[in-house]
């Protein structure tokens, strides 16, 4: 069984296309969708949910570490699917980690696209359909077996940023076997559309490096919100 769970935060208007999207695929009773609302914006988005027929959960603590970690202690999935708000799954979505898992693979990553047509990109998103600097980003939607994820010790909840990333770290670390999917994830282009291009990709690798060097992970936080408009 797939749980497949969505952290969200101000995310109404994306979660009325993700949740129809979902509910289109291939699902069956094996399967469900779960979306953990941060505590800070629940009752926005509680009506949108019920009218729908989703799970939901409103989490006591704030950060979208600590709203997948208690999601996943309720969910009911062997398998458990880290899903954005802002990001659409392919036809093959739930195919794909069906047949991950079987081939014996631990957990895994799907590749993505944006939902633009800027060439610029389409070359950063063709880096996700391999290994690399930038691979286990939220954006391309980590599933794990669940009895995998708790021995590994969940999200890390002082992650305020970088909660994926250190995950991954620990994931490699044990050795894991994981398969990266190509079967594009279409992301949303918002941030690269509320800033530029360049300013995105430098402040994503500076972040990245001090996140490997070790840098807090609040003052990460602090110098992503200043470098970035996040105001969507």
Request: net charge negative; proline share 2%.
């Amino acid at each position: 069984m797939l749980s497949i769970i969505v952290p969200a935060h101000n995310e109404g208007e994306n979660l009325v296309k993700l949740i129809p999207a979902l509910q289109e695929l291939n699902m069956t009773n094996k399967h469900e969708i779960l979306v953990a609302l941060s505590a800070a914006n629940a009752d926005e988005s509680v009506a949108l949910l019920r009218n729908m027929g989703v799970s939901y959960i409103e989490c006591q603590k704030k950060g979208r570490a600590c709203q997948m970690n208690e999601a996943a202690s309720v969910a009911k999935g062997d398998v458990l699917v880290f899903l954005h708000a802002d990001v659409i799954p392919p036809q093959s979505f739930i195919a794909d980690i069906e047949s991950t898992i079987a081939n014996g693979f631990e957990a895994g990553f799907f590749s993505y696209r944006f939902d633009s047509d800027s060439l610029l990109l389409k070359i950063n998103a063709s880096f996700t359909a391999k290994d690399g600097i930038f691979t286990g980003g939220g954006d391309q939607c980590l599933f794990i077996k669940k009895e995998l994820f708790e021995y590994l010790g969940k999200f890390d909840e002082e992650q305020v940023l970088m909660e994926d990333f250190e995950f991954f770290e620990r994931m490699k670390k044990q050795e894991i076997q994981y398969k990266i999917i190509n079967s594009d994830l279409i992301v949303s282009a918002r941030k690269y559309q509320k800033n530029s291009y360049l300013k995105v990709n430098l402040s994503n690798l500076l972040l990245i490096v001090l996140f490997k060097f070790g840098y807090p992970s609040s003052k990460l936080k602090s110098l992503h919100n200043r470098l970035l408009n996040t105001s969507y």
